[in-house]
Structure formats: structure tokens, C-alpha cells
């Protein structure tokens, strides 16, 4: 039996009952009610209130809540309450506590307070879930499973003894002979070949830097060790409700967890976005490629935006309150990029604890009185209009190769200079984001059948599989292009010889010598044609090998050297950007790009409107959201259809008023 996807708008939050006595829960339904929320999450910080000792069981206040929720038809994302163990278990087996790479103990008085690999965490987290899972199977609330919550947030680590053990085995696993061990992590620089199992330690805290394939593995065996827990909770609660479909709370460019690799394991992404306020313009693409990032994980089903701020947040140094309008404009941006739930963290703001400023739909005032729910309850009624986008899906024509192990690699110790990788796809990112061209996240090794374009930032690490796969795309009539530091070393974190980037020397015709990494403030000159821009960060010294030159760099040493080129292959062509260019030049190399691939955007707006588009199998769903505080004209071009939150026919060009969205429903 295959699970039951949502079928609606998801709206909603977090749901702390336990926090507050049984008075107030009946005003919390009443104000759910009337704010529209349809789906709540409950029970996730719950252990110690379920189980208060080993022995002692507490459902009653939980089947009350459960029964209050459903008789006033209110969905459960029910959690398994796994994510934070009572201070019982950890005092009577401290085995359980995680060991950082220095040695330390970290102690119960906060949360995530146990080792992935502890076999007794592991005991009574399964308990706890069988428990939950038999007691609540058949309750009318019961809608989906929020397994744990934000796996590996705050413990992103552990070093001790079931860690040693589990890395262990799974070396074993992978491996399966200490010779291909030394082999894959070469050993026999600095004398580290290991003679036996028991020899091979967690990379922990040393004297010089570690060796890089050990640490490149042990963050692969953390996100699996992380991965093994949800898989065993998800086993419980799939053999006793099949029907019910079952998530955890990704956290969009979170670097520890593969979350590729995890998106099999659950039947709907969700994800939990907290972009600061501080910077609206920063925080509107932030907002956008996280979506676009989690959205890409399953692209035949959409997502759930599972927590996001009404207001402020309490844990930046600074926490300012997002001001009128722009809580509704970024829970729209959740629906325009591919998103079907709009929940929050949390529903009523807690009065005790480390989160008690941080804001919720019910903050510390009185509902009635409050900005905040005012812009709630609205907010509730509009996505009641917008209903029919439920379901349908974002198709783009671009692609973004991003993997975690590339992620991992290029950030490891002993680099020719630093490479933020998540923060260069980013700002890659972000030129389509301005020019309204969707783009998805893919692996390099994935199919790339459905894309014209693949952009391919700093793919230090690449598999020889993922090489064939970019040169096939080519070959077929792809456009790639693909940018500094890429292709360097294989899966094992071993160079390729041969001059990099080796194994893709063949599709961009051309070798890099040697990389010349600049410091902060250091820059160089690039000349397009007749037009000369700024580049600074890397700058690669490049042999053509049949490559076109299209820039020189106009300084340094290898002044007049080419900085980028273009190389037929096949039926397509292969860029190569060897520097990070200012604004105008990526606006020139990417404009060159985009129109040979002959990639056309959403819709021509003025800067600063997003335009996106959603398809069913029935309708396309336009969507134009105003990030500015001025009204703003837009023509449509070729849309035509019923605005759905006006049902205004919407017909050459309309006025977006200041933080303004319309959805425009096209036959």
C-alpha cells in the first residue's frame, strides 16, 4: 500500500500542548479555527512527558489533545517525539551522550543530546515510536509522521565508543579488506597504514591536519549513521500504517546530511527556512534557492515548508521582527517555487525556555490585539483562494549540479585557497533567480535528459561516472559550463593526473596548469571582447585544447591568458569560467550562455517582481510577487487568466501593489 500523499494547502505550526495547562488548549483551537489552519505538528519535543521514567508511560494528555484536533478537523503531523531524550535516560546510561573530536561529554539541559550510533538510544527510540505507533494508528487526526526533527542541527558529530564501532563497520562494509582501506585513504603518506581494524579511529583531534580521506569518509558514515536512525523509525511506522505518509524536517543548505540520499526514505520533503530579516533582498533569494534546492530533492511531488518565523527569531545576535506584509510575501514565495504547506515554528510562542522570543501565530499578546495573527488570519484565507494550485508541479529546462560529497571534499583541510561551495551554486543561482529562470538542483551522475543547461560550480570532487554523464549531455546537445576547481579528484579525494580537470578535458577542450587563489580584497582584470570587467577569489591558468578563448585576464603575471572559453563537443558546448567575475561580467558570460542554450525566462519583469510559474495537468499557475515597496507595473505577454485571489481576469498587464503577489490561473 502506498501512503496518501496531502492533497491540499497545508497551513499551520508546531503545537506544544504540553506546555500549557488544558485551559488554554481550547482557546488554541478556537484561534486555529478561525485563522484557517488545517494541519498541525504535535508531540515533537515530547519524551519526557510520554515516558517521565523507564517504566512509566503517559498518553493521556496527548489522546485528549489528539481528540480535541479532530473533533474540530484539524489535522496531526504527529512527531515521534524522538529528537530530545528525558534527562532519566542519559543519567542512568550516560553511554548515550555524544563525544565531540576533542573528547568532550556533551550533557543533557538542552536538546539532540545522543549519539546516532548509541545502541541504547537506539533501544528506547524505537520503544517510544512502537508505542505511538500502536496507540495512535487508527485516530481520525492522524494525517502523516514527523520522524525526529532536524536530524543533526545542533550534534553534528559523535567520537565515541558506538561511533568508533559503527565507523568501523561501516568502513568494514565499504572496504571490506584493510588494503583497500590503505589504498583509498593513502596511507602510506605520513605513515598511517593501519594493520588492523581496530587501529582505524573517528578523525579526532590531531596534532596537524587529518588525513582527508578519513575525514571525507567519516562525514559520509555520519550522514548514513543519522540516515540508519530515521530508516529505523520509518520501518516501525510504515509496517503499522502504510497509509500514512511519513517526513522529517530537512534544513535546505545544511552541509552534514546528504540529503539526496535521503530523500528516498520520505514520501514528502519538508523544511524548515529562517531567512534574516535584516536583509530583505538577501533573505527573498535565500528564501528562493532553499526552496528551489529541497523542491529539486522529489520533483514529482511538492513540498512543505515545515517551520518558518511569523516574526523574529531568538537566536541571531540581532533578532528583528519581519515588518508588515513580508510574512505573507515569503509564505506565498513557498507556493510560487513548488510548495504545498505554509507552517511555522511554533503556534502559540512558549513562556519558558531557550524560545521564548521567538515569535509564533499566537505571540505573548492577546490574539485580538496583535499584528501578527491579523496578518495570520488573512493569510489563512488567501491560500484558501489559491486551493486550486494544490498539486500541480515547477518544470525548468535548467539544472544546477550540486552534491554533498563535493561539498564535503572542497571544504577538507590543505586547499589551494577556500571555496565556500554552497555560497558559489548560490550566487550562480541567483542570476536566474533575477532573471525569472527556473532552475532545479541535480546530481552530475543524474539523468540530465530533461535540461538544455547544466551549470556545474566548483565540482572539485567528481566521480568518473558523473564526467561521462556531463560529457554525454554535451554530446547529446547540452549546453554546460562549468567553473574553477572542477574535476580534480575522484571519489577517494585522489588526484587525477593527466592535467585537471582531467577527466573533463576532453568536453571543454582545454588543462589547467596550476590555480593562482586570491586574498581578500586582491583583484584582477577580465576582458570581454571590447568590455573589460573585475574578477577576484581563483584565478586558473588555462592551455586550450581546442577551446575558444571568449575573456583574457588582463593582469598578474598571466596577463593576457584566457580566463574563460567555449568548446564544441558533439551536437553542444561546454563553457568554462576559470574566475569568479564581478556582476557585469557573469551577466555577460551567463547572458551568452542562456541564449545558446536557448533558455527563455518565465517573464520579462522589473526588477525586483519574481515571476514563476506551476503546472497541473489542467491549468498553469502564474505567480508575480513585488518584492519592492512600490507599486509596480507588469505586462504579461502571452498570460491570460483569472487572478485567484481577486477573480479578476487578468489580461496584458496588471499594477502589483507594494509587497503585492497575484496568482493568475491559465486554462
Known amino acids: 500500500m502506498k501512503p496518501k500523499l496531502p492533497t491540499k ?19 488554541d483551537v478556537r484561534l486555529m479555527r478561525a485563522a484557517g489552519v488545517n494541519m498541525i505538528s504535535l508531540g515533537i519535543f515530547s519524551w519526557a512527558k510520554l515516558q517521565p521514567t523507564e517504566k512509566r508511560w503517559d498518553f493521556g494528555w496527548l489522546d485528549r489533545g489528539m481528540d480535541l484536533l479532530a473533533k474540530n478537523n484539524i489535522s496531526v503531523c504527529l512527531a515521534t517525539a ?70 543533526a542541527c545542533h550534534l553534528q558529530e559523535c567520537h565515541g565508543a558506538d561511533s568508533t564501532r559503527a565507523f568501523r563497520d561501516w568502513l568494514r562494509t565499504k572496504y571490506r579488506a584493510l588494503a583497500a582501506l590503505n589504498a583509498a585513504w593513502g596511507t602510506a603518506f605520513w605513515s598511517q597504514a593501519y594493520g588492523a581494524w581496530d587501529e582505524v579511529l573517528t578523525p579526532r583531534r590531531a596534532p596537524y591536519h587529518s588525513n582527508p580521506t578519513q575525514c571525507l569518509d567519516f562525514k559520509r558514515f555520519t550522514s548514513d549513521a543519522f540516515l540508519a536512525l530515521h530508516r529505523m523509525e520509518a520501518a516501525i511506522l510504515r509496517a503499522a500504517t502504510p497509509a500514512i505518509p511519513l517526513t522529517t524536517n ?48 522529489k520533483p514529482d511531488r511538492p513540498f512543505v515548508l515545515m517551520e518558518q518565523a511569523t516574526s523574529a527569531v531568538n537566536w541571531r545576535p540581532v533578532n528583528l521582527p519581519k515588518r508588515p506584509g513580508i510574512m505573507r510575501l515569503q509564505s506565498l514565495q513557498v507556493l510560487a517555487r513548488g510548495g504545498d504547506g505554509v507552517m511555522f515554528f511554533q503556534w502559540r510562542a512558549s513562556i519558558a525556555g531557550a524560545e521564548k522570543f521567538h515569535s509564533g501565530l499566537v505571540q505573548h499578546v492577546p490574539a485580538a490585539a496583535s499584528r501578527v495573527f491579523a496578518e495570520v488570519k488573512a493569510l489563512g484565507a488567501e491560500l484558501k483562494k ?76 567528481l566521480p568518473a561516472k558523473s ?82 578563448a571568449l575573456a583574457n585576464y588582463t593582469g598578474d603575471f598571466f596577463a593576457g591568458r584566457p580566463a574563460v572559453t567555449r568548446h564544441s563537443h558533439g551536437r553542444g558546448a561546454a563553457y568554462y569560467l576559470g574566475t569568479r567575475l564581478d556582476a557585469a561580467g557573469l551577466d555577460l558570460l551567463l547572458g551568452r550562455v542562456v541564449r545558446e542554450a536557448k533558455v527563455a525566462p518565465v517573464l520579462r519583469t522589473p526588477a525586483g517582481v519574481e515571476a514563476t510559474v506551476r503546472e497541473s495537468t489542467k491549468h498553469r499557475f502564474l505567480f508575480l510577487l513585488n518584492h519592492t515597496d512600490k507599486a509596480t507595473k507588469v505586462s504579461l505577454g502571452g498570460y491570460r487568466g483569472r487572478e485567484l485571489l481577486t477573480g479578476k481576469i487578468a489580461s496584458r498587464s496588471l499594477l502589483l501593489p507594494p509587497l503585492g503577489v497575484t496568482v493568475i490561473q491559465i486554462p
Request: hydrophobic letters at 45%; proline letters at 7%.
Open 9 to 27: 494547502l497545508l497551513y499551520g505550526g508546531d503545537y506544544n500542548p504540553e506546555q500549557w495547562p488544558e485551559s488554554v488548549w481550547l482557546e
Open 82 to 151: 524522538t529528537a530530545s531524550p528525558p534527562p532519566w535516560l542519559s543519567t542512568k546510561y550516560p553511554e548515550v551522550l555524544p563525544v565531540t573530536a576533542d573528547g568532550v561529554t556533551l550533557q543533557i539541559g538542552s536538546r539532540q543530546q545522543y549519539s546516532p550510533s548509541s545502541r541504547v538510544y537506539q533501544k528506547f527510540a524505537a520503544a517510544l515510536v512502537r508505542k505511538i505507533a500502536a496507540r495512535y494508528r487508527r485516530h481520525p487526526a492522524l494525517a502523516a509522521w514527523h520522524i525526529n526533527n532536524e536530524y
Open 250 to 297: 530537512f534544513m535546505g543548505f545544511f552541509k552534514p546530511l546528504d540529503y539526496r540520499a535521503w530523500a528516498p526514505e520520505i514520501d514528502f520533503v519538508a523544511w524548515d527556512s529562517y531567512p534574516d530579516p535584516v536583509d530583505e533582498k538577501a533573505a527573498r533569494h535565500a528564501g528562493a534557492v532553499g526552496h528551489d534546492l529541497m523542491r529539486s530533492l
Open 386 to 461: 489559491l486551493a486550486p494550485v494544490a498539486g500541480s508541479l515547477v518544470h525548468n529546462r535548467v539544472a544546477l549540479a550540486f552534491d554533498w560529497h563535493a561539498w564535503w571534499a572542497v571544504e577538507l583541510e590543505s586547499k589551494p585557497g577556500r571555496i565556500d561551495y554552497a555560497a558559489w551554486a548560490q550566487a550562480l543561482h541567483r542570476w536566474f533567480y533575477e532573471h525569472n529562470i527556473g532552475v532545479d538542483f541535480v546530481h552530475p551522475g543524474s539523468s540530465l535528459a530533461a535540461y538544455d543547461l547544466v551549470v556545474a560550480p566548483a565540482l572539485y570532487l
Open 467 to 548: 564526467a561521462v554523464n556531463l560529457t554525454a549531455f554535451v554530446a547529446r546537445g547540452g549546453t554546460l559550463l562549468a567553473t574553477y576547481f572542477s574535476g580534480i579528484v575522484d571519489e577517494h579525494e585522489h588526484v587525477v593526473p593527466g592535467g585537471y580537470p582531467a577527466l573533463l578535458r576532453e568536453v571543454l577542450g582545454l588543462w589547467v596548469e596550476e590555480w593562482a587563489p586570491y586574498p581578500e580584497g586582491r583583484k584582477n582584470g577580465v576582458r570581454f571582447g571590447g568590455r573589460k570587467v573585475t574578477c577576484d577569489h581563483w584565478c586558473d591558468l588555462l592551455h586550450l585544447e581546442g577551446a575558444q
